[in-house]
């Protein structure tokens, strides 16, 4: 499984507002772009599907910005990767609302597959982004 550039980046802009909102402050896009050196552009639209999952807080304004719609140790790794990525599953035949495999009911590796998938859903699950900003 691959993690998107979409994934990746969302984790690194949730743990920046997660960082910033420490001191209690509102964090533009373009301050979050510059401290991560990446695309303003691209963190707007990330920011977008993050307010709709519910984990980021849009304010707006002349002295708006984002910050956390729950407290840092209270939204998982798991909770912003799905956000941005939809599904965390290592194949294909395990996505919701995949086009079922023809094979999946004979298939000899599914139950490799749904154990694979349900390590990695455990681990983004049980890491907090206030454990990834004591990590950072």
Do not use: H
Not at 65 to 74: C, I, K, N, S
Not at 75 to 85: C, K, M, N, P, S
């Amino acid at each position: 499984m691959m993690i998107s550039t979409r994934g990746r980046y969302a984790l690194r802009l949730m743990i920046d507002i997660a960082r910033q909102g420490e001191a209690g402050a509102l964090v533009t896009m373009r301050q979050a772009a510059e401290r991560e050196d990446l695309s303003v552009k691209y963190l707007e639209q990330l920011g977008g599907a993050l307010v709709k999952a519910g984990v980021l807080k849009s304010v707006r304004g002349v002295s708006g910005g984002y910050l956390l719609a729950r407290p840092a140790d209270q939204i998982t790794a798991g909770d912003v990767l799905r956000a941005t990525e939809g599904s965390c599953a290592p194949v294909s035949c395990l996505e919701d609302g995949a086009e079922a495999c023809p094979r999946r009911d004979q298939c000899v590796a599914i139950n490799f597959w749904r154990g694979l998938d349900q390590a990695i859903e455990d681990y983004v699950d049980n890491v907090t982004l206030a454990d990834l900003v004591q990590m950072g």
